[in-house]
Protein backbone atom coordinates (compact mmCIF):
# COMPACT_ATOMS: atom_id res chain seq x y z
CA UNK A 1 0.00 0.00 0.00
CA UNK A 2 1.29 3.31 -1.16
CA UNK A 3 0.96 6.89 0.98
CA UNK A 4 -2.21 8.07 -1.28
CA UNK A 5 -3.96 4.18 -0.30
CA UNK A 6 -3.06 5.20 3.10
CA UNK A 7 -4.68 8.66 2.75
CA UNK A 8 -7.69 7.09 1.17
CA UNK A 9 -8.39 4.14 4.47
CA UNK A 10 -7.87 7.12 6.32
CA UNK A 11 -10.92 9.01 4.49
CA UNK A 12 -13.00 5.52 4.49
CA UNK A 13 -12.87 5.38 7.97
CA UNK A 14 -13.65 9.06 8.72
CA UNK A 15 -16.64 8.63 6.93
CA UNK A 16 -17.54 5.76 8.70
CA UNK A 17 -16.38 7.35 12.12
CA UNK A 18 -17.25 11.21 11.57
CA UNK A 19 -14.70 12.80 13.81
CA UNK A 20 -14.79 16.28 14.29
CA UNK A 21 -11.17 16.41 13.13
CA UNK A 22 -8.36 14.42 12.26
CA UNK A 23 -4.75 15.01 12.90
CA UNK A 24 -2.18 13.03 11.28
CA UNK A 25 0.58 12.48 14.07
CA UNK A 26 4.22 13.79 13.08
CA UNK A 27 6.07 12.51 16.31
CA UNK A 28 7.29 15.82 16.95
CA UNK A 29 8.59 16.99 20.44
CA UNK A 30 5.95 19.96 19.88
CA UNK A 31 3.22 17.78 19.33
CA UNK A 32 3.76 15.84 22.35
CA UNK A 33 3.61 19.04 24.69
CA UNK A 34 0.83 19.64 23.04
CA UNK A 35 -0.89 16.52 23.62
CA UNK A 36 -0.20 16.13 27.27
CA UNK A 37 -1.68 19.66 27.65
CA UNK A 38 -4.51 18.60 26.25
CA UNK A 39 -4.87 15.09 28.23
CA UNK A 40 -4.40 17.56 31.42
CA UNK A 41 -6.63 19.78 30.43
CA UNK A 42 -9.30 17.41 30.18
CA UNK A 43 -8.27 15.49 33.10
CA UNK A 44 -6.75 12.51 31.44
CA UNK A 45 -3.53 13.31 32.78
CA UNK A 46 -2.15 14.68 36.26
CA UNK A 47 0.88 16.35 35.78
CA UNK A 48 3.35 14.86 38.69
CA UNK A 49 7.00 17.22 40.40
CA UNK A 50 8.62 18.29 38.11
CA UNK A 51 11.44 17.66 40.05
CA UNK A 52 11.07 14.29 41.16
CA UNK A 53 8.88 13.43 38.10
CA UNK A 54 10.58 15.80 34.73
CA UNK A 55 7.58 15.88 32.26
CA UNK A 56 5.59 12.67 33.72
CA UNK A 57 1.93 12.06 34.27
CA UNK A 58 -0.28 9.84 36.15
CA UNK A 59 -3.36 8.62 34.65
CA UNK A 60 -6.68 6.44 35.43
CA UNK A 61 -8.37 4.15 33.71
CA UNK A 62 -11.92 3.59 33.71
CA UNK A 63 -12.08 1.01 36.83
CA UNK A 64 -13.84 -2.08 34.04
CA UNK A 65 -10.93 -1.30 32.06
CA UNK A 66 -7.48 -2.28 33.68
CA UNK A 67 -6.17 -5.49 31.94
CA UNK A 68 -6.06 -7.81 28.67
CA UNK A 69 -9.42 -8.93 28.15
CA UNK A 70 -8.48 -12.24 26.93
CA UNK A 71 -12.04 -13.22 26.02
CA UNK A 72 -13.02 -10.62 24.03
CA UNK A 73 -9.71 -11.00 21.76
CA UNK A 74 -10.03 -12.68 18.70
CA UNK A 75 -8.47 -14.45 15.63
CA UNK A 76 -10.38 -13.45 12.42
CA UNK A 77 -9.37 -16.13 9.84
CA UNK A 78 -11.31 -17.79 7.36
CA UNK A 79 -11.45 -21.35 9.40
CA UNK A 80 -12.19 -21.70 12.60
CA UNK A 81 -9.65 -24.70 12.78
CA UNK A 82 -7.20 -22.62 11.66
CA UNK A 83 -7.52 -19.96 15.21
CA UNK A 84 -7.63 -23.34 17.04
CA UNK A 85 -8.56 -24.26 19.99
CA UNK A 86 -6.37 -21.85 22.30
CA UNK A 87 -7.97 -18.59 20.11
CA UNK A 88 -11.11 -17.70 20.27
CA UNK A 89 -12.20 -17.09 16.65
CA UNK A 90 -14.97 -15.21 14.57
CA UNK A 91 -15.88 -15.05 11.21
CA UNK A 92 -14.29 -11.84 9.59
CA UNK A 93 -17.02 -11.19 7.71
CA UNK A 94 -19.19 -11.39 9.99
CA UNK A 95 -17.12 -9.37 12.77
CA UNK A 96 -16.64 -6.22 10.08
CA UNK A 97 -20.62 -6.29 10.16
CA UNK A 98 -20.65 -6.15 13.75
CA UNK A 99 -17.90 -3.36 14.12
CA UNK A 100 -19.14 -1.42 11.29
CA UNK A 101 -22.03 -0.80 13.14
CA UNK A 102 -20.56 -0.05 16.41
CA UNK A 103 -17.81 2.14 14.15
CA UNK A 104 -20.54 4.05 13.00
CA UNK A 105 -20.32 7.81 13.62
CA UNK A 106 -18.37 6.64 17.18
CA UNK A 107 -15.82 9.45 16.90
CA UNK A 108 -18.34 12.45 15.96
CA UNK A 109 -17.08 15.33 18.87
CA UNK A 110 -13.60 13.74 18.81
CA UNK A 111 -10.25 13.75 17.47
CA UNK A 112 -9.35 10.94 15.04
CA UNK A 113 -5.70 10.61 15.43
CA UNK A 114 -3.55 9.22 12.73
CA UNK A 115 -0.50 7.46 14.02
CA UNK A 116 2.25 6.30 11.32
CA UNK A 117 4.74 4.17 13.45
CA UNK A 118 7.69 1.96 13.48
CA UNK A 119 7.71 -1.85 14.96
CA UNK A 120 11.62 -2.22 14.75
CA UNK A 121 15.04 0.03 14.87
CA UNK A 122 15.09 2.48 11.95
CA UNK A 123 17.21 1.01 8.81
CA UNK A 124 16.37 -2.22 10.05
CA UNK A 125 15.35 -4.91 7.53
CA UNK A 126 13.00 -6.85 10.44
CA UNK A 127 11.42 -3.54 10.59
CA UNK A 128 7.60 -3.12 10.08
CA UNK A 129 5.50 0.12 9.50
CA UNK A 130 1.87 0.20 11.11
CA UNK A 131 -0.84 3.33 11.59
CA UNK A 132 -3.20 3.44 13.87
CA UNK A 133 -6.40 5.37 13.77
CA UNK A 134 -7.65 6.08 17.22
CA UNK A 135 -9.73 8.96 19.44
CA UNK A 136 -7.76 8.23 22.49
CA UNK A 137 -5.07 10.68 22.96
CA UNK A 138 -3.74 8.85 25.48
CA UNK A 139 -3.49 5.95 23.34
CA UNK A 140 -1.14 8.60 21.22
CA UNK A 141 0.82 9.35 23.79
CA UNK A 142 1.89 5.86 25.16
CA UNK A 143 2.04 5.13 21.60
CA UNK A 144 4.90 7.70 20.78
CA UNK A 145 6.73 6.59 23.66
CA UNK A 146 6.18 2.62 22.48
CA UNK A 147 7.02 2.86 19.19
CA UNK A 148 9.16 5.24 16.73
CA UNK A 149 6.40 7.08 15.49
CA UNK A 150 5.74 9.88 12.98
CA UNK A 151 6.72 11.48 9.84
CA UNK A 152 10.08 8.37 10.53
CA UNK A 153 7.05 5.91 10.15
CA UNK A 154 6.02 7.82 6.93
CA UNK A 155 9.36 8.14 5.56
CA UNK A 156 9.72 4.27 5.93
CA UNK A 157 6.03 3.75 4.30
CA UNK A 158 7.54 5.33 1.45
CA UNK A 159 10.37 2.87 0.72
CA UNK A 160 8.34 -0.51 1.91
CA UNK A 161 5.34 0.19 0.57
CA UNK A 162 2.78 -1.23 2.92
CA UNK A 163 1.81 -0.84 6.57
CA UNK A 164 -0.59 -3.03 8.81
CA UNK A 165 -3.85 -1.30 9.41
CA UNK A 166 -4.96 -0.61 13.14
CA UNK A 167 -7.93 0.97 13.73
CA UNK A 168 -9.17 1.90 17.31
CA UNK A 169 -11.42 3.66 19.13
CA UNK A 170 -12.63 3.84 22.90
CA UNK A 171 -16.20 3.83 21.89
CA UNK A 172 -18.27 3.94 25.44
CA UNK A 173 -15.86 1.54 27.47
CA UNK A 174 -18.84 -0.66 27.86
CA UNK A 175 -17.28 -4.50 28.25
CA UNK A 176 -20.56 -5.87 26.29
CA UNK A 177 -18.85 -4.29 23.83
CA UNK A 178 -15.39 -4.74 23.62
CA UNK A 179 -13.72 -6.55 20.73
CA UNK A 180 -9.85 -6.59 19.98
CA UNK A 181 -10.15 -8.71 16.73
CA UNK A 182 -7.19 -9.59 14.65
CA UNK A 183 -7.22 -10.28 10.91
CA UNK A 184 -3.63 -12.50 10.02
CA UNK A 185 -5.24 -13.17 6.45
CA UNK A 186 -5.17 -8.92 5.47
CA UNK A 187 -2.61 -7.84 8.38
CA UNK A 188 -5.18 -5.59 9.83
CA UNK A 189 -6.22 -4.90 13.73
CA UNK A 190 -9.50 -3.49 15.20
CA UNK A 191 -9.97 -2.69 18.50
CA UNK A 192 -13.49 -1.22 19.68
CA UNK A 193 -14.11 -0.63 23.47
CA UNK A 194 -11.24 -0.19 25.56
CA UNK A 195 -8.59 2.38 26.45
CA UNK A 196 -6.58 -0.25 28.49
CA UNK A 197 -2.50 -0.80 26.86
CA UNK A 198 -2.34 -3.88 25.42
CA UNK A 199 -6.55 -4.10 24.08
CA UNK A 200 -5.20 -0.41 22.41
CA UNK A 201 -1.64 0.47 21.82
CA UNK A 202 -2.17 -1.60 18.74
CA UNK A 203 1.89 -2.12 17.78
CA UNK A 204 2.55 -4.25 20.85
CA UNK A 205 0.80 -7.42 21.85
CA UNK A 206 -1.88 -6.57 18.39
CA UNK A 207 1.18 -6.34 15.80
CA UNK A 208 4.43 -7.25 17.59
CA UNK A 209 2.63 -10.58 18.82
CA UNK A 210 -0.65 -11.90 17.13
CA UNK A 211 -0.48 -11.22 13.91
CA UNK A 212 3.82 -10.80 13.22
CA UNK A 213 3.36 -14.58 14.51
CA UNK A 214 1.59 -15.39 11.39
CA UNK A 215 3.46 -12.88 9.59
CA UNK A 216 6.67 -15.02 10.59
CA UNK A 217 5.12 -18.30 10.17
CA UNK A 218 4.55 -17.54 6.10
CA UNK A 219 8.19 -15.42 6.18
CA UNK A 220 10.39 -18.11 8.14
CA UNK A 221 10.65 -15.96 11.03
CA UNK A 222 9.56 -15.69 14.72
CA UNK A 223 7.78 -13.23 16.76
CA UNK A 224 7.85 -14.27 20.56
CA UNK A 225 6.91 -12.94 23.79
CA UNK A 226 10.55 -12.77 24.81
CA UNK A 227 12.78 -10.20 26.47
CA UNK A 228 16.38 -9.86 25.24
CA UNK A 229 19.79 -9.26 27.01
CA UNK A 230 23.47 -9.28 26.68
CA UNK A 231 25.99 -10.76 29.51
CA UNK A 232 29.42 -10.20 29.31
CA UNK A 233 31.72 -12.31 30.87
CA UNK A 234 35.17 -11.39 32.55
CA UNK A 235 37.01 -12.21 29.07
CA UNK A 236 35.21 -9.98 27.62
CA UNK A 237 32.37 -11.94 25.14
CA UNK A 238 29.31 -11.20 24.58
CA UNK A 239 26.40 -13.71 24.87
CA UNK A 240 23.11 -12.90 23.85
CA UNK A 241 20.30 -13.81 25.52
CA UNK A 242 16.32 -13.92 25.39
CA UNK A 243 14.01 -15.27 27.57
CA UNK A 244 9.67 -16.08 27.66
CA UNK A 245 7.42 -16.07 31.19
CA UNK A 246 4.21 -14.76 31.33
CA UNK A 247 3.31 -11.11 32.10
CA UNK A 248 4.26 -10.21 35.64
CA UNK A 249 6.43 -13.07 36.23
CA UNK A 250 9.41 -10.64 36.20
CA UNK A 251 10.63 -10.53 32.62
CA UNK A 252 11.43 -6.20 33.00
CA UNK A 253 13.69 -7.59 36.34
CA UNK A 254 15.69 -9.93 34.75
CA UNK A 255 15.98 -8.19 31.38
CA UNK A 256 17.23 -5.11 33.95
CA UNK A 257 19.55 -7.66 36.21
CA UNK A 258 22.21 -5.66 38.08
CA UNK A 259 24.69 -8.51 38.77
CA UNK A 260 25.75 -8.67 42.63
CA UNK A 261 28.53 -6.97 43.37
CA UNK A 262 31.06 -9.74 43.54
CA UNK A 263 30.18 -10.57 39.91
CA UNK A 264 30.66 -7.02 38.59
CA UNK A 265 33.95 -6.83 40.78
CA UNK A 266 34.71 -9.94 38.23
CA UNK A 267 34.16 -8.71 35.41
CA UNK A 268 30.74 -9.00 34.48
CA UNK A 269 27.96 -7.21 32.88
CA UNK A 270 24.38 -7.46 31.84
CA UNK A 271 22.33 -4.88 29.20
CA UNK A 272 19.42 -4.92 28.03
CA UNK A 273 18.32 -4.95 24.41
CA UNK A 274 14.68 -5.35 25.26
CA UNK A 275 11.98 -6.23 28.05
CA UNK A 276 9.45 -8.02 26.57
CA UNK A 277 8.98 -9.23 22.45
CA UNK A 278 11.64 -10.09 19.97
CA UNK A 279 11.70 -10.90 16.49
CA UNK A 280 14.34 -13.93 15.15
CA UNK A 281 15.26 -14.26 12.09
CA UNK A 282 18.44 -15.95 10.64
CA UNK A 283 21.49 -13.65 9.73
CA UNK A 284 23.68 -14.66 7.09
CA UNK A 285 25.73 -17.23 9.36
CA UNK A 286 23.20 -19.05 10.11
CA UNK A 287 22.08 -18.29 13.84
CA UNK A 288 18.95 -16.69 14.97
CA UNK A 289 19.29 -12.94 15.34
CA UNK A 290 16.57 -10.40 17.60
CA UNK A 291 15.49 -7.31 17.06
CA UNK A 292 13.30 -5.60 20.12
CA UNK A 293 10.71 -4.10 17.96
CA UNK A 294 9.40 -1.24 20.67
CA UNK A 295 11.42 1.69 21.71
CA UNK A 296 9.65 1.27 24.68
CA UNK A 297 8.68 0.14 28.37
CA UNK A 298 5.13 -0.92 29.51
CA UNK A 299 6.51 -2.28 32.72
CA UNK A 300 4.18 -3.42 36.19
CA UNK A 301 4.43 -1.14 38.31
CA UNK A 302 3.50 -3.11 42.31
CA UNK A 303 6.72 -5.03 43.23
CA UNK A 304 9.19 -2.79 41.27
CA UNK A 305 11.47 -0.39 43.26
CA UNK A 306 15.22 0.66 44.25
CA UNK A 307 15.76 -2.86 45.80
CA UNK A 308 14.26 -4.81 43.33
CA UNK A 309 14.94 -2.68 40.13
CA UNK A 310 16.92 0.13 40.11
CA UNK A 311 17.23 0.64 36.05
CA UNK A 312 13.64 0.34 36.01
CA UNK A 313 13.04 3.50 38.41
CA UNK A 314 15.79 5.10 36.73
CA UNK A 315 13.87 4.63 33.05
CA UNK A 316 10.85 6.02 34.08
CA UNK A 317 11.98 8.64 36.10
CA UNK A 318 11.09 11.17 33.58
CA UNK A 319 9.07 11.48 30.30
CA UNK A 320 6.88 8.87 31.92
CA UNK A 321 3.21 7.95 31.72
CA UNK A 322 2.03 6.08 35.39
CA UNK A 323 -1.49 4.77 34.35
CA UNK A 324 -3.58 3.31 37.75
CA UNK A 325 -1.03 3.76 40.87
CA UNK A 326 -1.57 6.17 43.75
CA UNK A 327 -0.77 9.71 43.71
CA UNK A 328 0.94 11.25 46.97
CA UNK A 329 -0.07 14.68 48.24
CA UNK A 330 3.71 16.10 46.94
CA UNK A 331 2.51 14.89 43.41
CA UNK A 332 4.65 11.81 43.30
CA UNK A 333 3.28 8.14 42.88
CA UNK A 334 3.59 5.27 44.95
CA UNK A 335 2.71 1.36 44.13
CA UNK A 336 2.67 -1.57 46.82
CA UNK A 337 6.48 -2.63 46.78
CA UNK A 338 7.68 0.40 46.02
CA UNK A 339 8.63 1.65 49.31
CA UNK A 340 9.23 -0.68 52.72
CA UNK A 341 6.29 1.49 54.49
CA UNK A 342 3.44 3.12 52.60
CA UNK A 343 2.76 6.87 52.73
CA UNK A 344 0.27 8.19 55.41
CA UNK A 345 -2.04 9.29 52.64
CA UNK A 346 -2.91 9.05 49.35
CA UNK A 347 -5.56 8.94 46.30
CA UNK A 348 -5.39 5.39 45.37
CA UNK A 349 -5.82 4.20 41.28
CA UNK A 350 -9.83 4.76 41.65
CA UNK A 351 -9.39 8.38 43.28
CA UNK A 352 -10.61 7.62 45.93
CA UNK A 353 -8.67 8.77 49.77
CA UNK A 354 -6.76 5.87 50.86
CA UNK A 355 -4.69 4.91 54.15
CA UNK A 356 -2.69 2.27 55.42
CA UNK A 357 -4.73 -0.51 56.67
CA UNK A 358 -7.00 0.25 53.88
CA UNK A 359 -9.10 -3.12 52.14
CA UNK A 360 -7.96 -2.61 48.59
CA UNK A 361 -4.63 -1.75 47.23
CA UNK A 362 -3.81 1.67 46.60
CA UNK A 363 -1.81 0.89 42.95
CA UNK A 364 -3.82 -1.59 40.81
CA UNK A 365 -2.12 -5.16 40.35
CA UNK A 366 -1.72 -4.58 36.92
CA UNK A 367 -0.73 -0.47 37.30
CA UNK A 368 1.85 0.61 34.32
CA UNK A 369 4.58 2.78 33.47
CA UNK A 370 5.06 3.70 30.02
CA UNK A 371 9.28 4.64 29.58
CA UNK A 372 11.53 5.08 26.91
CA UNK A 373 13.92 2.38 26.85
CA UNK A 374 16.66 4.83 25.74
CA UNK A 375 16.43 6.52 29.53
CA UNK A 376 17.38 2.93 30.87
CA UNK A 377 20.97 2.90 32.44
CA UNK A 378 21.54 -0.17 31.60
CA UNK A 379 20.22 -0.60 27.76
CA UNK A 380 22.70 -1.94 25.29
CA UNK A 381 24.44 -0.03 22.86
CA UNK A 382 23.46 -2.87 20.58
CA UNK A 383 19.58 -2.27 21.01
CA UNK A 384 18.86 -0.66 17.46
CA UNK A 385 21.61 -2.84 15.43
CA UNK A 386 19.36 -3.19 12.50
CA UNK A 387 20.22 -6.83 12.26
CA UNK A 388 19.43 -7.66 15.49
CA UNK A 389 21.63 -9.82 17.92
CA UNK A 390 22.93 -13.18 17.97
CA UNK A 391 21.17 -15.64 20.30
CA UNK A 392 22.99 -17.89 21.84
CA UNK A 393 20.08 -19.32 24.94
CA UNK A 394 16.18 -19.31 25.40
CA UNK A 395 15.06 -19.57 28.84
CA UNK A 396 11.70 -20.65 29.36
CA UNK A 397 10.20 -19.41 33.16
CA UNK A 398 6.81 -19.65 34.96
CA UNK A 399 5.75 -19.16 38.30
CA UNK A 400 5.26 -22.45 39.99
CA UNK A 401 5.55 -22.74 43.50
CA UNK A 402 6.18 -26.65 43.49
CA UNK A 403 6.97 -29.60 40.98
CA UNK A 404 9.57 -27.26 38.94
CA UNK A 405 13.27 -26.95 39.91
CA UNK A 406 15.33 -24.08 39.89
CA UNK A 407 17.10 -24.64 36.50
CA UNK A 408 17.83 -26.98 33.73
CA UNK A 409 18.76 -27.72 30.37
CA UNK A 410 16.86 -29.35 27.78
CA UNK A 411 19.00 -32.25 25.98
CA UNK A 412 17.83 -30.85 22.15
CA UNK A 413 16.18 -28.20 20.38
CA UNK A 414 13.24 -30.65 19.84
CA UNK A 415 13.14 -30.98 23.64
CA UNK A 416 13.62 -27.64 24.36
CA UNK A 417 10.80 -26.78 22.23
CA UNK A 418 8.69 -29.47 24.72
CA UNK A 419 9.61 -27.65 27.80
CA UNK A 420 8.29 -24.18 25.79
CA UNK A 421 5.05 -25.75 24.76
CA UNK A 422 4.17 -27.69 27.98
CA UNK A 423 5.25 -24.23 30.73
CA UNK A 424 2.66 -23.84 33.48
CA UNK A 425 1.96 -20.76 35.07
CA UNK A 426 0.17 -19.15 38.26
CA UNK A 427 -2.02 -16.79 36.92
CA UNK A 428 -1.22 -13.17 37.41
CA UNK A 429 -2.91 -9.44 37.34
CA UNK A 430 -1.66 -8.82 33.98
CA UNK A 431 -4.80 -10.80 32.36
CA UNK A 432 -8.46 -10.57 33.27
CA UNK A 433 -9.63 -13.47 35.80
CA UNK A 434 -8.55 -15.15 38.94
CA UNK A 435 -4.69 -14.66 40.33
CA UNK A 436 -3.18 -17.69 41.39
CA UNK A 437 -4.83 -20.78 39.11
CA UNK A 438 -3.07 -22.35 37.19
CA UNK A 439 -2.68 -22.82 33.75
CA UNK A 440 -1.06 -23.72 30.68
CA UNK A 441 0.94 -21.06 28.91
CA UNK A 442 2.70 -22.20 26.01
CA UNK A 443 5.98 -20.09 25.43
CA UNK A 444 4.36 -17.56 27.30
CA UNK A 445 2.49 -16.81 24.21
CA UNK A 446 -1.06 -18.18 25.16
CA UNK A 447 -2.76 -15.20 24.27
CA UNK A 448 -0.69 -13.75 21.88
CA UNK A 449 -0.09 -16.84 19.05
CA UNK A 450 -2.09 -15.65 15.79
CA UNK A 451 -2.67 -19.09 14.55
CA UNK A 452 -3.01 -22.57 15.36
CA UNK A 453 -1.11 -23.54 18.61
CA UNK A 454 -0.40 -26.69 16.78
CA UNK A 455 0.66 -25.40 13.66
CA UNK A 456 2.86 -22.98 15.98
CA UNK A 457 4.94 -25.63 17.60
CA UNK A 458 5.70 -26.83 14.00
CA UNK A 459 6.72 -23.68 13.47
CA UNK A 460 8.88 -23.98 16.40
CA UNK A 461 10.37 -27.58 15.11
CA UNK A 462 10.71 -26.18 11.26
CA UNK A 463 13.03 -23.34 12.42
CA UNK A 464 15.48 -25.67 14.46
CA UNK A 465 15.70 -28.15 11.46
CA UNK A 466 16.50 -25.13 9.48
CA UNK A 467 18.97 -24.08 11.90
CA UNK A 468 20.61 -27.25 12.96
CA UNK A 469 23.72 -27.18 15.33
CA UNK A 470 23.64 -23.24 15.16
CA UNK A 471 20.05 -23.02 17.06
CA UNK A 472 20.24 -21.53 20.56
CA UNK A 473 20.43 -23.92 23.90
CA UNK A 474 17.02 -24.22 25.40
CA UNK A 475 16.58 -23.69 29.42
CA UNK A 476 14.11 -23.54 31.99
CA UNK A 477 14.24 -21.72 35.10
CA UNK A 478 11.78 -21.21 38.07
CA UNK A 479 12.37 -18.76 40.49
CA UNK A 480 9.42 -18.75 42.46
CA UNK A 481 9.51 -22.39 44.43
CA UNK A 482 8.48 -22.11 47.59
CA UNK A 483 9.15 -24.69 50.86
CA UNK A 484 6.63 -26.29 53.00
CA UNK A 485 5.97 -22.42 55.52
CA UNK A 486 4.93 -21.26 51.68
CA UNK A 487 8.41 -19.33 51.95
CA UNK A 488 9.84 -18.62 48.33
CA UNK A 489 13.48 -20.96 48.87
CA UNK A 490 15.25 -18.67 45.80
CA UNK A 491 16.22 -15.14 46.70
CA UNK A 492 15.73 -13.79 42.87
CA UNK A 493 16.39 -10.49 41.65
CA UNK A 494 20.01 -9.87 41.15
CA UNK A 495 20.88 -13.12 42.73
CA UNK A 496 19.33 -14.76 39.23
CA UNK A 497 22.86 -13.59 38.17
CA UNK A 498 24.20 -17.30 39.58
CA UNK A 499 21.75 -19.31 36.90
CA UNK A 500 22.82 -17.00 34.05
CA UNK A 501 26.35 -17.44 34.60
CA UNK A 502 25.77 -21.23 34.58
CA UNK A 503 23.83 -20.70 31.21
CA UNK A 504 26.50 -18.50 29.70
CA UNK A 505 29.19 -21.24 30.28
CA UNK A 506 26.60 -23.99 29.29
CA UNK A 507 26.79 -22.04 25.66
CA UNK A 508 30.27 -21.89 25.59
CA UNK A 509 30.78 -25.93 26.32
CA UNK A 510 31.61 -25.72 29.80
CA UNK A 511 29.39 -25.46 33.18
CA UNK A 512 29.08 -28.54 35.18
CA UNK A 513 26.12 -30.21 35.33
CA UNK A 514 24.56 -33.34 36.12
CA UNK A 515 21.65 -35.25 33.87
CA UNK A 516 18.33 -35.78 35.27
CA UNK A 517 15.07 -37.08 33.87
CA UNK A 518 14.01 -33.47 33.25
CA UNK A 519 17.45 -33.00 31.40
CA UNK A 520 20.57 -31.17 32.64
CA UNK A 521 21.05 -29.46 35.58
CA UNK A 522 23.86 -27.40 37.34
CA UNK A 523 25.70 -29.04 40.52
CA UNK A 524 25.95 -26.92 43.61
CA UNK A 525 29.36 -26.07 42.90
CA UNK A 526 28.39 -24.42 39.58
CA UNK A 527 25.75 -22.18 40.73
CA UNK A 528 28.26 -21.24 43.95
CA UNK A 529 25.39 -21.19 46.57
CA UNK A 530 27.49 -20.54 49.35
CA UNK A 531 26.59 -17.72 51.39
CA UNK A 532 23.20 -17.54 50.31
CA UNK A 533 22.10 -18.83 53.27
CA UNK A 534 20.18 -22.39 52.44
CA UNK A 535 20.41 -25.33 54.42
CA UNK A 536 21.60 -28.35 52.77
CA UNK A 537 17.59 -29.11 52.97
CA UNK A 538 16.10 -26.01 50.92
CA UNK A 539 19.02 -26.48 48.44
CA UNK A 540 17.89 -30.20 47.79
CA UNK A 541 14.12 -28.27 47.38
CA UNK A 542 15.05 -26.28 45.17
CA UNK A 543 16.68 -28.97 42.41
CA UNK A 544 14.35 -31.86 43.98
CA UNK A 545 12.41 -34.00 41.24
CA UNK A 546 9.72 -36.29 42.98
CA UNK A 547 8.96 -39.14 40.21
CA UNK A 548 5.59 -39.24 41.28
CA UNK A 549 4.92 -35.40 41.11
CA UNK A 550 6.45 -35.68 37.59
CA UNK A 551 4.80 -38.63 36.82
CA UNK A 552 1.07 -36.64 37.78
CA UNK A 553 2.76 -33.51 35.22
CA UNK A 554 3.30 -36.15 32.29
CA UNK A 555 -0.43 -37.22 32.67
CA UNK A 556 -1.47 -33.53 32.72
CA UNK A 557 0.83 -32.46 29.70
CA UNK A 558 -0.81 -35.53 27.54
CA UNK A 559 -4.44 -34.22 28.45
CA UNK A 560 -3.71 -30.53 27.73
CA UNK A 561 -2.39 -32.38 24.09
CA UNK A 562 -4.97 -34.16 23.55
CA UNK A 563 -7.00 -30.68 22.44
CA UNK A 564 -4.78 -30.11 19.62
CA UNK A 565 -5.48 -33.04 17.58
CA UNK A 566 -3.41 -34.13 14.12
CA UNK A 567 -2.24 -30.83 14.66
CA UNK A 568 0.16 -31.81 17.78
CA UNK A 569 3.64 -32.46 16.54
CA UNK A 570 4.43 -36.06 16.57
CA UNK A 571 7.75 -34.98 17.92
CA UNK A 572 6.36 -33.14 21.26
CA UNK A 573 4.38 -36.22 21.72
CA UNK A 574 7.24 -38.25 21.84
CA UNK A 575 8.91 -36.15 23.67
CA UNK A 576 5.96 -36.37 26.48
CA UNK A 577 6.87 -40.16 26.41
CA UNK A 578 10.09 -39.98 26.45
CA UNK A 579 9.86 -38.12 29.73
CA UNK A 580 7.60 -40.95 31.21
CA UNK A 581 10.11 -43.55 30.20
CA UNK A 582 13.12 -41.28 32.00
CA UNK A 583 10.52 -41.35 35.07
CA UNK A 584 10.41 -45.16 35.60
Request: charged fraction near 20%; charge should be negative.
Amino acid sequence: MSSIELEHWVDDVARLTSPDRIQWCDGSAAESDALNRLLVENGTFTPLDPQRHPNSFLARSAINDVSRTEGQTYICCSRPEDAGPTNNWKNPQEIQHTLRGLFRGCMRGRTMYVVPYLMGPPNSPHTRVGVELTDSPYVVANMRIMTRMGQIALDELSRQGHFVKGLHSIGLLDPQERYICHFPEEDSIISFGSNYGGNALLGKKCLALRLASAIGRREGWMAEHMLILGITDPQGRKTYITAAFPSACGKTNLAMLIPPPEYQAAGWKVETIGDDIAWLRFGPDGRLYAINPEAGFFGVAPGTSPLTNPNAMAACRSNTIFTNVALCPDNTVWWEGLTQEPPAECIDWMGNSWKPGSTTPAAHPNSRFTAPASQCPCISPDWERPEGVPISAIIFGGRRASVMPLVHQAFSWQHGTFLGATMTSEKTAAATGPVGVLRHDPMAMLPFCGYHMGDYWQHWLDMGARGGDLMPRIFHVNWFRKDAQGRYLWPGFSDNMHVLKWIVERCQGTGAAVTTPLGDMPTAEALNLEGFGLSPEQQAELFKVDRDEWRLEVHEREKFFRQFGDRLPAGLRAENEALRQRLS
